[in-house]
Each structure stands twice: as C-alpha cells, then as structure tokens.
C-alpha cells in the first residue's frame, strides 16, 4: 500500500484531494489487481506496474469528483431533446447567467426607487410585448405554471376538458393528475376523437370554473376527429363567462414560416383570439430556460401572483437571468440568430450534408466505416410529433456492431448520444453544434482503441488520452 500512497506521482493529487480519499480509491485500485489475479487475468508487471497505479488511482479520482450533470454532444436529431436538458441556452445568455450568478443583483430591488422590488416585473413588460398580453408572470415550469393556475380560479369547481386532450408527457407530466392536486375537479367532455361546442355547452352548469383547453404536444389523433376552433371556444367563454385558459405547452411566440412548426400555435395568436389566459414552457420552442410562462388578463394574473402557491412555484435569479435575455433576444429579433434552437431548427439540410462528408473524409480509413446517409430531425419537446425535418447524418458501421459503438460513444470523454438504425450508429448533425464536429472526428478516430470492457468502464472515461 505505501508503495502506491507514497508514489511520487501521487504526490500533486495531496494537493486537491483529502489523503483520506486517495488512499481509498488506491485500496480500490488493488483490490482490483488482486481480483484480476485471482481470475487469473493478466496484470501489468514491474516498471510497468509502478506506472499502471498512480495512474488508475488518479482516474478513478478524476472519474469521481467530476461533475455529475455534464454537457453532452446530442446527435440524435431530436432538438427539444427533454432527456438531454431540451434548449441548449444562448451563449450570450449563458453568460449573463454566470455573470449574475456569481454576484449580487437586483432580483427584488427597484434600483430606481432604491427600495423592495418584485423578480416579477424583470420580465413582465417583455412578455407584454412580445405577446401582446395584458400581463404576464412567471414560474417553476409549464406544469407549475397550470397547477397555479387551476388552485386558483378553479379549487373545488369543474374544468371542462376534451377527452382527446387529456395528456401524458414524457417526465410524468399527467394533466388529471395535475388537475387532482390543484384541488380542481375535472369535468371530461366530447370523447376521444370527436369532441364538439355543444359538448361543452351542455357540461357548463353552476360549478364550472373555467374551460381548459390543452395541445395535444407528443400525439396527433387522426382519421375521424373533430374539436371546436379556438374561436368558437373563446365565443363560448364569453358567452358563458368563464375564462378559457389554454395551454399551448412548447412557447411558440410567433408563427413560424418553418414547414415542421405551421401546424404550432403560437402565444400571439392564441391571446389575439381573445384566450383569457396562455400557459408555456421557457425550455421548449422559446429557447430558453425551464421555466412556466403565464401571460393574459391583467386580473387574472393578478390573482395567480396574491396566491400563496406562487412562493412555492417561484423562479429563481438564474432563470430569471436566463429568461429574461432570451426573451430580450427575441424583442431585438435576434432569436434566429443567437438561440441554438432557432438555428438547429432552421439550419439548411445542405448545410448539414458538407459537413456530413467532412467528418467522413477525416475518419474514413480508420477502425470505422462511415458514409453519408439522408436522416430526419424531430422538434422534440412535444411541438410537431410527426413533422420529419430533412437532415443529414453519418452512419457508422464496425464490426464488433453498432450498440457496441453506441455505448462507447456514451462514455466517450465528452458523452455523445446518437440513435441506432439499421445496425448503422446515426450522428445526425442537426443537433450537432458546428463547433462540436471534432469531437465525433475525434471519438471516431479513436474507436475502439480503448474498447468497453465488460461494463466496468464508468461513463466518460473514454477517450484518446
Ligand atoms: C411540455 C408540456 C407541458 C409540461 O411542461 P413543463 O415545462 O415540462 O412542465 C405541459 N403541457 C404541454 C401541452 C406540454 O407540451
């Protein structure tokens, strides 16, 4: 033991790590070895052995004390992607983030006026402008944004909701149960299918609180389906005097000219229509942090704000940082330009394809066999299921066969998640940021000198190196 925990080599990580923990990961380490000899697997011997410790010992501390939530390279073609965080932030919004992170700032000073401050009012006459709302706010996410919503205006009365809308997203966002624990009561109307105006009418009666109407984000029902327009739902309200409150789920502000968004609606329209209140996410579409935006009548935003729920469900000064610059970006119509999403989404699938035989040309010839192959993007994050978006991919074909590279490639140094297709791994570059090309050129170039070796490798340990 003191042979490893004296090592010279050992010596500069006393400086970063408790003695403690570097002993430990070099028991580990030998413990390893003994296992190794007792299976009666070959072990680096001599000179080669006084290298092979220190060194095991300082990954296995690298591995350790590495963040846990790290970036990865997304080359799946799925945009909104909500298993890998969904919208990668602006870098000039990242970077007002780390700025206000690090610092005191003005999250609930009027530096005006030089006394208390609502975090509210950072974003609210954005929100204003860029919607055309009366008022806005803003909280935790799109399903805190609607919990609020109904404890609101609607605990221990009905919301009329369509059966066909009654929706499970990904993550166990269920809207019944949601509706449960806001304390409202769910009144379903219409069927699955087939929902009409009337059904609503003959459900409204004295308990009914408010009409609920919600984007159907990760399905389509086809074939044999009706539901009312917007506009004979917002007649209806009015008629009825209930407020329709509408949850449009991925934050489309405008309508988009982008063939895979012309089915979206966008917050714009749906409050120009004459919606009582609009509810969406911050991370989806809009391109910005988690977060659940709220924006319609001045009195009944009013009302979210004064519920106590609101302190719960609150944001905190790094959305807010994040929230507001990107929202700052589109009122300066630079969303195109500086969020990542916006320019995934529309970068030009001829774009896509030089860059497809670049990273070809480069890693052709290595221990991989690659070729440019047609793929389609998805918008992910419950906007446009079934719009396929033209792109490009390279398809990586090696003989140990594609999972095998497909795990190698999640515990590559930086991690990269891309899908399987025909025992092809697919690097579709659409999701790929420019700049994160050499790190594929890299990974590919590198296959499989450092093969997995019967799941004992921790994730992102792969590498070159
Ligand atoms: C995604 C989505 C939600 C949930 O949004 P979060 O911000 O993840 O809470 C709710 N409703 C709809 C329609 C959605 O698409």
């Given at each position: 033991m003191s042979l490893v925990l004296d090592h010279p080599a050992l010596q500069e990580l006393y400086a970063v790590y408790p003695r403690a923990v570097v002993r430990a990961q070099a028991a580990a380490v030998l413990d390893e070895l003994r296992g190794r000899i007792a299976a009666g697997r070959p072990v680096p011997e001599g000179e080669e052995l006084f290298e092979f410790l220190p060194a095991q010992v300082r990954v296995r501390l690298e591995q350790r004390f590495r963040p846990t939530l790290r970036r990865v390279v997304n080359a799946t073609g799925v945009i909104v992607f909500t298993n890998a965080g969904r919208a990668p932030l602006g870098a000039a919004v990242?970077?007002?983030?780390?700025?206000?992170?690090?610092?005191?700032?003005?999250?609930?000073?009027?530096?005006?006026?030089?006394?208390?401050?609502?975090?509210?009012?950072?974003?609210?006459?954005?929100?204003?402008?860029?919607?055309?709302?009366?008022?806005?706010?803003?909280?935790?996410?799109?399903?805190?944004?609607?919990?609020?919503?109904?404890?609101?205006?609607?605990?221990?009365?009905?919301?009329?909701?369509?059966?066909?809308?009654?929706?499970?997203?990904?993550?166990?966002f269920r809207l019944p149960a949601v509706m449960e624990k806001s304390g409202a009561i769910l009144r379903e109307v219409g069927t699955t299918n087939k929902t009409r105006l009337s059904d609503y009418e003959e459900a409204l009666d004295e308990e009914t609180a408010l009409i609920l109407k919600v984007h159907p984000s990760n399905y389509r029902i086809v074939?044999?389906?009706?539901?009312?327009?917007?506009?004979?739902?917002?007649?209806?309200?009015?008629?009825?005097?209930?407020?329709?409150?509408?949850?449009?789920?991925?934050?489309?502000?405008?309508?988009?000219?982008?063939?895979?968004?012309?089915?979206?609606?966008?917050?714009?329209?749906?409050?120009?229509?004459?919606?009582?209140?609009?509810?969406?996410?911050?991370?989806?579409?809009?391109?910005?942090?988690?977060?659940?935006?709220?924006?319609?009548?001045?009195?009944?935003?009013?009302?979210?704000?004064?519920?106590?729920?609101?302190?719960?469900?609150?944001?905190?000064?790094?959305?807010?940082?994040?929230?507001?610059?990107?929202?700052?970006?589109?009122?300066?119509?630079?969303?195109?330009?500086?969020?990542?999403?916006?320019?995934?989404?529309?970068?030009?699938?001829?774009?896509?394809?030089?860059?497809?035989?670049?990273?070809?040309?480069?890693?052709?010839?290595?221990?991989?066999?690659?070729?440019?192959?047609?793929?389609?993007?998805?918008?992910?994050?419950?906007?446009?299921?079934?719009?396929?978006?033209?792109?490009?991919?390279?398809?990586?074909?090696?003989?140990?066969?594609?999972?095998?590279?497909?795990?190698?490639?999640?515990?590559?140094?930086i991690p990269i998640l891309a899908r399987i297709e025909d025992d092809e791994v697919c690097l579709d570059l659409r999701t790929v940021f420019p700049e994160q090309d050499e790190v594929l050129e890299e990974a590919l170039l590198c296959w499989p000198r450092e093969p997995v070796q019967g799941g004992g490798r921790a994730p992102g340990t792969a590498g070159c190196g």
């Open positions: 990242a970077a007002h983030v780390a700025e206000t992170a690090a610092a005191y700032s003005n999250l609930e000073y009027d530096l005006e006026r030089g006394e208390r401050g609502k975090r509210d009012q950072l974003v609210e006459s954005r929100l204003r402008a860029l919607t055309g709302a009366e008022a806005g706010t803003v909280c935790n996410n799109a399903a805190a944004a609607l919990l609020l919503i109904l404890n609101t205006l609607a605990v221990g009365r009905k919301v009329l909701v369509s059966r066909g809308e009654l929706i499970e997203i990904g993550g166990s074939g044999f389906t009706h539901a009312p327009s917007l506009e004979e739902m917002v007649g209806l309200a009015r008629r009825c005097g209930r407020p329709l409150v509408y949850d449009v789920g991925s934050g489309l502000l405008e309508r988009s000219d982008l063939p895979a968004l012309r089915a979206e609606p966008a917050v714009g329209d749906v409050i120009h229509a004459g919606t009582d209140l609009v509810c969406f996410s911050g991370d989806k579409l809009l391109g910005g942090p988690q977060a659940g935006l709220v924006v319609g009548r001045a009195e009944l935003v009013d009302r979210l704000r004064r519920n106590p729920l609101m302190r719960a469900l609150r944001v905190d000064k790094l959305g807010y940082a994040a929230l507001e610059r990107t929202l700052a970006l589109y009122e300066q119509g630079r969303q195109q330009v500086e969020l990542p999403v916006w320019r995934m989404l529309a970068a030009p699938a001829e774009e896509l394809r030089v860059r497809a035989e670049r990273l070809c040309e480069r890693v052709g010839g290595g221990g991989v066999q690659v070729r440019v192959k047609q793929s389609w993007s998805l918008t992910g994050g419950g906007a446009a299921p079934e719009e396929r978006i033209p792109s490009w991919a390279v398809a990586v074909r090696v003989p140990e066969g594609a999972e095998r590279l497909e795990v190698w490639l999640r515990s590559f140094r």
